[in-house]
Every structure is written in C-alpha cells, then in structure tokens.
C-alpha cells in the first residue's frame, strides 16, 4: 500500500521556497491571517457532503475491501483513523540560526521514533532548507502526535493536511511565545504548508 514517508525525499524539496508576498496559511489559502486562539481544525473547510465518505481515508490510505462489512461512513471513518499517520512536530530554537521546525512520522504508531527518520525546516531569506535526520526524539510539549486518527474522526481529509498542519505549526509557535504574532510565523508556516503538498503531489509507493 501507499505509505507517507516520501515526506523525508529531499527531492520533494527541491522547489520550496517561500514565496516573498506570501502570508500564513488559513482555510487552505495564502490569503489573511488565522484568527488567534481558534484551532487549527476549526478553521479548515468543512469535509465535502457528496458521494465520498465524509472521513475519507488520508494519502490514500487502504480502503476496506469488498464483503468486509465496513461499508457505512462511520465504519469507513473508524477504519480510516486506525490506518492515518501520527505525524510529530517540534519548533527548535537556535540562537546561531533562524526558527526551525521538525517533523516525524511514527510508522508504527507506537509513540517510539527512534526508528523514525525525520526532517528540519530552516526557513531563511526565502528558502526552507530542508535537513534530513536519521531521527529526532521529541520532547515536551512535543511528545504528542499533532496529527492521528483523532483528526481524521474530525473530518479532516487529505487535501487539508497541508493548511492544518501550518496552521498547527503558527499556533505552537505564538503559543509558546516564542514569536508575538501569527504573522511572525509567516516563513515556518509557509514551508510547512509547501512540504506537505509536495507529499501529497508526490507519494510513495511501497509493496
């Protein structure tokens, strides 16, 4: 099936930059700035009500096969949030480097990322420098999946991922205090939201 590492492919990296008139991510969109205080989920755009199931499984996570009794929408949601990634971030500070922001994803979902690779984001003058790491143990406040099945339960689908996660990483950011504004998390925000594209454009394939 398709799995999400391809996250940690520097090639996926290779055009993301930030762009100069850009500003932080809401709704999936470049345009205004996310109201302080109102989460990351709350501000993203309702799942679509059509024929696809309202909790569609993420990066195309497996679907239940046929004759398996899974064929109603909460079932659908249920089975999708056990497959969905639990995704890690951290904000790491540097006095000697621009704000960085590191991600990880727990392929086993079993809170150990010691197996884990990871990357950082150094966003600087207009490129995120990207920086692969053979893991990253994440510390408090970090110790906890910003993404899991939780999210997926919420409705979240995989075209979201990107707004959620920048959302989610200028909100950690102005939380912490270590930036006053959402705007002053423009450029981590920014190459969040082009690394998670860049996933979803490009996936993996694996057996």
């Not at 009500?49 to 009794?69: K, M, R």
Request: hydrophobic share 35%; with cysteine.
């Amino acid at each position: 099936m398709r799995r999400v590492t391809g996250i940690f492919c520097l090639c996926l990296l290779a055009g993301c930059e930030t762009p100069s008139g850009g500003t932080v991510a809401t709704n999936g969109s470049e345009t205004g700035s996310p109201a302080p205080g109102a989460s990351a989920s709350a501000r993203l755009p309702e799942p679509s009500t059509g024929q696809e199931p309202a909790n569609q499984a993420l990066l195309a996570l497996p679907t239940p096969e046929v004759g398996s009794g899974l064929s109603d929408r909460e079932q659908q949601a249920a089975f999708a949030a056990s497959q969905a990634p639990h995704i890690y971030m951290a904000i790491q500070e540097d006095g000697s480097r621009p704000l960085s922001v590191i991600f990880a994803i727990d392929e086993a979902r079993d809170g150990d990322l010691s197996n884990d690779p990871a990357i950082r984001l150094t966003p600087n003058d207009g490129a995120c420098n990207p920086q692969a790491m053979r893991n990253y143990s994440f510390p408090p406040p970090y110790n906890a999946p910003v993404f899991s099945g939780d999210q997926v339960l919420n409705g979240i689908r995989a075209d979201q991922l990107p707004a959620f996660m920048a959302i989610a990483v200028s909100e950690k950011i102005v939380g912490l205090g270590i930036r006053p504004t959402l705007q002053d998390t423009r450029p981590q925000n920014i190459c969040t939201r082009k690394l998670w594209e860049a996933q979803l454009e490009n996936p993996v394939q694996q057996g």
